[in-house]
């Protein structure tokens, strides 16, 4: 809460570097390793080569932890997450889609609002607080970047971009 507070009244820093984005994703991939496996979930991230973003670091990497940890707690069906990376000259598009219940078309509207859930029994059986994806909306606001949510035929794709600074090596 005390980071959302920070982030909504502008008393947050951001240091903007140059980072490998595909070295972030695999990394919180590896830390969550654990609690992957304990749910029988099976994971496809694709990409081997560097793509360097221009942003902050620790900000994109509570992004993608967010989306990450959503992702593990309301995976069902095929127990598929999928994480994507799509890029043009200016944009990198990360995005995680997790096989399992859609959204509802009358929650959709409010899913990045502060202490909103859309399933309040099933967000107490993981400890959810509500807070995780405005803290999302709060950074890439922030950082004027775009993100969002879209249902999918068998789940739900969480999505963020940053601005995009070179594929290869420096």
């Not at 990198?92 to 997790?98: A, L, P, Q, W």
Request: glycine share 8%; aromatic share 10%.
């Amino acid at each position: 809460l005390l980071t959302l507070n920070e982030l909504e009244f502008g008393q947050d820093n951001v240091n903007m570097e140059r980072f490998d984005i595909v070295t972030l994703i695999a990394n919180r991939l590896a830390a969550a390793d654990i609690m992957i496996k304990q749910n029988d979930i099976n994971v496809i991230f694709d990409a081997k080569m560097p793509i360097y973003v221009w942003g902050d670091e620790f900000k994109a990497e509570e992004v993608f932890t967010n989306y990450l940890s959503n992702a593990i707690n309301h995976c069902s069906g095929k127990k598929i997450i999928e994480v994507k990376i799509g890029l043009n000259e200016e944009k990198v598009h990360i995005s995680v889609f997790n096989t399992g219940e859609n959204i509802p078309k009358e929650s959709i509207d409010h899913i990045f609002e502060k202490f909103f859930k859309v399933d309040k029994a099933r967000t107490r059986e993981y400890g959810g607080s509500g807070i995780g994806l405005s803290i999302v909306k709060a950074i890439q606001d922030m950082i004027g970047q775009g993100y969002g949510v879209l249902n999918r035929e068998d789940g739900v794709e969480f999505w963020f971009e940053m601005e995009a600074a070179g594929i290869k090596n420096d």
